[in-house]
């Protein structure tokens, strides 16, 4: 399987932006599609964006449509995620994730996690 690092988290006020990246290792990373999702506490994992594995095709939650942005640089193993006009609904720990075969959409799809990293949005 892919290895997943995110960085990029941290407090941001309302109306802020900030920029997540996850690094990925051990496999072709061209070879999978990627995405984002998050867990705010007490409640489930949730779907936020995802991206097939040519960058041609982007997905979003209605949630964040609009103001979240999926990316990817294949020669540098990386996808992004950057975060605008954030909120504090949008306060989570948020992990990359990674799928071969099938778009990563809902977490029964992901093949590989990440370890999560912390955003948190103060109003």
């Known amino acids: 399987q892919v290895q997943l690092v995110e960085s990029g988290g941290g407090l941001v006020q309302a109306g802020g932006s900030l920029r997540l990246n996850c690094a990925a290792s051990?496999?072709?990373?061209?070879?999978?599609?990627m995405g984002w999702f998050r867990q705010a506490p007490g409640k489930e994992r949730e779907f936020v964006a995802a991206?097939?594995?040519?960058?041609?095709?982007?997905y979003y939650a209605e949630s964040v449509k609009g103001r979240f942005t999926i990316s990817r640089d294949n020669a540098k193993n990386t996808v992004y995620l950057q975060m605008n006009t954030l909120k504090p609904e949008d306060t989570a720990i948020y992990y990359c994730?990674?799928?071969?075969?099938?778009?990563?959409?809902?977490?029964?799809?992901?093949?590989?996690w990440g370890q999560g990293t912390q955003v948190t949005v103060s109003s």
């Open positions: 994730a990674a799928s071969r075969g099938t778009i990563p959409r809902s977490p029964p799809t992901v093949g590989s």
């Open positions: 991206i097939n594995w040519s960058g041609g095709s982007t």
């Open positions: 051990g496999r072709t990373f061209s070879n999978y599609a």
